[in-house]
């Protein structure tokens, strides 16, 4: 299982900016993806998961009506569609899955066998 982030960059307060995790070695189509974030000296947290068909959404309350989750199933790619960014979104943003027999869109990054490498997002004034 591999996992790929990508798509972060510095961006004023106020934009926008999409991330986008690519997988390969398992069938995309049958794990939901999460995405996580951790800002420095903080814990990893929680923003977003898709289920395997996207068909549901589920978003930490702080990033609902500002982030979308999205995938494709046919591109193996999933993307997390960030507006109205805050300085406090800055963080590393990695995608992750883990068996669906284990977890479905857990928000506990414990519970999450196969991360992304990260990518970082800042934020700035």
């Known amino acids: 299982v591999q996992l790929q982030a990508s798509g972060g960059g510095l961006v004023q307060a106020g934009g926008s900016l999409t991330l986008s995790c690519t997988a390969s070695g398992f069938t995309f189509d049958h794990y939901a993806i999460s995405w996580f974030r951790q800002a420095p000296g903080k814990e990893r947290e929680g923003v977003a998961c898709i289920d395997s068909r996207g068909d549901s959404t589920y978003f930490a309350d702080s990033m609902k009506g500002r982030f979308t989750i999205s995938r494709h199933n046919d591109r193996n790619t999933a993307n997390l569609q960030m507006s109205s960014l805050k300085q406090e979104d800055t963080a590393v943003y990695y995608c992750?899955?883990?068996?669906?027999?284990?977890?479905?869109?857990?928000?506990?990054?414990?519970?999450?066998?196969?991360w992304g490498q990260g990518t970082l997002v800042t934020v700035s004034s």
């Open positions: 992750a899955t883990v068996d669906p027999l284990a977890y479905y869109c857990s928000a506990y990054a414990r519970h999450y066998d196969y």
